[in-house]
């Protein structure tokens, strides 16, 4: 999953994409607000971690006018201790969760699954559609119990489309969640995975709308 991260401290920054990318997601880090406002207003994001105290643009107004163009992506805000009126003003104007400084890099993780989990209508640990079951903490999919190996891409294709079920999902939408900013995408990258996953997990799986893109469908819905 494609993530945006906001930080201006150049520690807590780098061990923060470490982290973040060790667990599988993909990572564009800002350090200016002006510009991390622009990115996440014409990117589809899995998510963002943003940081209050910014230069340029604090995170607060980033947040505002995220919301006020309609970005709905889930947000986890960054916050000095102590900052409680931060952190309301950030809830009513649409913040997912707040993580105060110092904070633990597993309970990060934890806080960024369970934002994620929810903007997709989830509240279990894991999301099942059919007979396959993801597992977010432990990178981990099954189908009817058995473990599958997938690919680092395979996996993020997979997940994104689970936490979207029922709804189609666009090949750009699909590929801004698969591939960093800087790297070069292939124009039938999408295609080429979704064929992948249905050799290994089946192939009724994701189904495809011509000129739409793809959807999972949850069929015990």
Not at 185 to 205: C, F, M, W
């Amino acid at each position: 999953m494609h993530i945006l991260f906001v930080e201006d401290d150049p520690r807590i920054a780098k061990d923060v994409a470490e982290t973040l990318e060790n667990a599988g997601y993909i990572v564009d880090h800002e350090e200016d607000g002006e510009e991390a406002w622009f990115k996440g207003d014409i990117t589809d994001y899995g998510a963002v971690i943003l940081d209050i105290g910014l230069p340029g643009m604090d995170g607060i107004s980033i947040l505002k006018k995220w919301r006020q163009n309609g970005r709905t992506f889930p947000v986890l805000m960054l916050t000095a201790r102590g900052s409680w009126s931060d952190r309301v003003e950030g809830i009513d104007l649409g913040a997912d969760d707040y993580l105060t400084k110092p904070f633990e890099m597993d309970e990060l993780l934890a806080r960024l699954r369970a934002v994620i989990r929810r903007s997709g209508g989830h509240a279990s640990l894991t999301i099942s559609i059919g007979d396959v079951t993801l597992d977010p903490k432990q990178m981990r999919v099954t189908v009817r119990g058995v473990a599958k190996t997938l690919t680092p891409q395979e996996y993020r294709l997979l997940h994104y489309l689970m936490l979207h079920c029922d709804r189609v999902v666009s090949q750009q939408e699909l590929a801004e969640n698969l591939q960093g900013e800087y790297e070069q995408r292939e124009s039938n990258a999408v295609e080429v995975l979704v064929g992948r996953l249905r050799r290994k997990l089946g192939t009724d799986l994701i189904e495809t709308r011509r000129g739409f893109g793809y959807i999972m469908a949850d069929k015990n819905t």
